[in-house]
């Protein structure tokens, strides 16, 4: 409702963001270390999967590899062993026979046991002495070899003397890779469940559970009972490759976080860098915000410290250069004044230079109070308590106030309907009056005849225009009427009072409220027109 080319009011620096930047800070670290783990995860499942599939086809030739050799051993295996194709499929023929690939045909060539897993179970195949292909097709790999081991230790030890079966069983152990023990002591017995099943099959199959290994009971003819240790069954999960996952999981995780303390520290490293410059004396020194790093706000709210700083140190020293100048002349007519008492011959004389030091002084105090005034707003500002307030009843405070001090003018106040409604803000109001009191005195020293005072309020913007009848601004020096201790070249000079604070003043007060101070030209009188505009309620996360 302000109209176009009016600067939006700014909101000034003190969001209550002190709790929350660490937060989403240490939340984007543990979303990335998060991430990682993901990551790093799912590379150990692939890795846990494909290192067992090259386990499982090792293993899966290794462990029938002895049955295989004692059948490929036979001159004629079908013949000798003609009894286990009755209980195991077993089959001998010329490699054609088979549908091998050439990578199968030539392992066999090499004289390896080749497994190959299909569809329709587990095929193991080696090459016998005359040049043909045993194959073995598995159900159960670990079950059927134990069971077909178990068949030929009962073949064979039924085959041989009493009194020669332990030294037919040891050699027979030692060419299949298993432990054979004679159960000649009741204690060695198995459960009844796996009696019962060797009373009714000659042979049963078991898995001992203090180590999970196989083992098959076996009955000869004469009731003479052996059992045949197996070696371990396949496990996915044995210790060196749930070591390796763990190493490998662990490593990487902490190469991760390595990296990503590293950047931190980087980061980190370089904010102390620019900080250490800083201290030197390099005031326009600055963090690079890169994006996506993790000290990205951090090094924002560094360089917003390090620019407030280097303003605030800028206007120190133009504070300082300033206030020894505009001291110098009340200071020197002080001086002059007291000087001149010395020779003053009568009451009057002396008075009147008492009234001038009077005056002088006078005009120190002011100076020091804008100076301090000013000094206290630039460098942090008050303490605010914003209040909920009426800012019409402090426009028209200020204006009959204004009026009695400058009885030859006509200071006016407008303020519509509308804007009455609105007219309660959230203020400081003795700042504000402040800042309202500058305006009008600065229009009523430089105005003609008339000043006037409007009020433009809605549910969401405080505006007061502050217009006179004078010579006005020109506008290339809008901007510096605002500077402190700056005056135009004009007929707004020194001669008309004040020391160049008063409108800074101003403009660091609606900074406080959240607002902004500018100045134009009055299209209804003419002259320079002041505005303040400022958000009528303060912002719920405003630290005040």
């Keep these: ?41 799912l590379f150990c499942v692939l890795l846990f999967t494909g290192i067992n599939t090259v386990r499982s086809q090792f293993w899966h030739e290794r462990f029938p590899e002895p049955l295989m050799r004692w059948l490929a051993a036979a001159p004629a295996p079908i013949q000798q062993y003609h009894w286990l194709t009755s209980t195991v499929d077993l089959r001998v023929g010329p490699p054609s026979r088979f549908n091998l690939s050439p990578v199968a045909l030539e392992r066999l060539g090499y004289g390896q046991v080749v497994g190959i897993e299909s569809d329709v179970g587990y095929r193991v195949l080696v090459t016998g002495l005359a040049g043909e292909v045993l194959q073995l097709r598995l159900n159960e790999p670990y079950r059927d070899v134990s069971e077909t081991i178990g068949l030929i230790f009962r073949w064979h030890l039924d085959s041989a003397p009493a009194d020669d079966r332990l030294n037919v069983a040891s050699q027979m152990a030692r060419s299949l890779d298993v432990e054979v023990h004679p159960l000649d002591d009741a204690a060695m017995l198995p459960d009844s469940d796996v009696l019962a099943q060797v009373a009714d099959r000659g042979l049963a199959f078991y898995t001992n559970k203090s180590d999970g290994c196989g083992r098959v009971i076996v009955q000869l003819s004469d009731g003479e009972l052996y059992r045949i240790d197996m070696p371990a069954a396949f496990n996915a999960w044995a210790w060196p490759v749930v070591l390796l996952l763990v190493l490998v999981l662990g490593g990487v995780l902490a190469v991760a976080l390595f990296l990503a303390l590293r950047e931190v520290d980087s980061n980190l490293r370089t904010v102390e860098s620019v900080a250490v410059r800083i201290a030197r004396g ?61 020779d003053c011959q009568d009451q009057a004389a002396l008075q009147k230079q008492l009234d ?69 803000s959230d203020i400081e109001p003795r700042y504000l009056h402040r800042a309202i009191q500058n305006l009008v005195g600065n229009a009523g020293r430089y105005a003609a005849g008339k000043v006037l005072v409007s009020c433009h309020f809605d549910e969401d913007n405080c505006r007061i225009d502050v217009e006179d009848d004078g010579p006005g601004i020109p506008e290339q020096d809008w901007e510096k009427v605002f500077t402190a201790f700056a005056r135009l070249d004009d007929s707004r000079t020194r001669t008309s009072g004040g020391y160049g604070l008063g409108l800074s003043i101003v403009r660091r007060i609606l900074y406080w409220h959240g607002g902004h101070a500018f100045v134009s030209r009055s299209d209804t009188l003419g002259g320079a027109k002041f505005s303040l505009v400022w958000p009528r309620k303060k912002p719920v996360d405003s630290i005040v």
Excluded at 24 to 41: E, I
Excluded at 285 to 294: D, I, N, S
Excluded at 309 to 321: A, C, F, N, P, Y
């Design 282 to 342: 390099e005031m326009g020194a600055r963090v690079q915000t890169g994006e996506g790093t993790l000290v990205t706000r951090l090094a924002s709210s560094f360089n917003g410290m390090a620019e407030h700083i280097q303003r605030l140190v800028q206007v120190q020293r133009e504070m300082i250069h300033a206030v020894s100048h505009e001291l110098r002349t009340p200071v020197a007519r002080i001086r002059f004044g007291v000087q001149m008492i010395e």
């Design 1 to 41: 409702m302000f109209g176009a080319g009016v600067p939006l009011a700014r909101t000034p620096v003190f969001h209550a963001r002190v709790g929350t930047m660490p937060l989403k800070f240490f939340l984007k670290l543990y979303a990335r270390l998060a991430g990682l783990t993901a990551l790093v995860v």
């Design 356 to 424: 001038g030091i009077d005056g002088d002084i006078q005009e120190l105090d002011e100076l020091i109070d804008e100076i301090l005034t000013y000094a206290r707003l630039e460098q942090g500002g008050p303490v605010f308590s914003l209040q909920e307030n009426s800012v019409t009843d402090i426009v028209r405070q200020v204006v009959s106030e204004q009026q009695m001090v400058r009885p030859e003018l006509s200071i006016e106040g407008n303020i519509d309907e509308n804007s009455e409604r609105w007219a309660l």
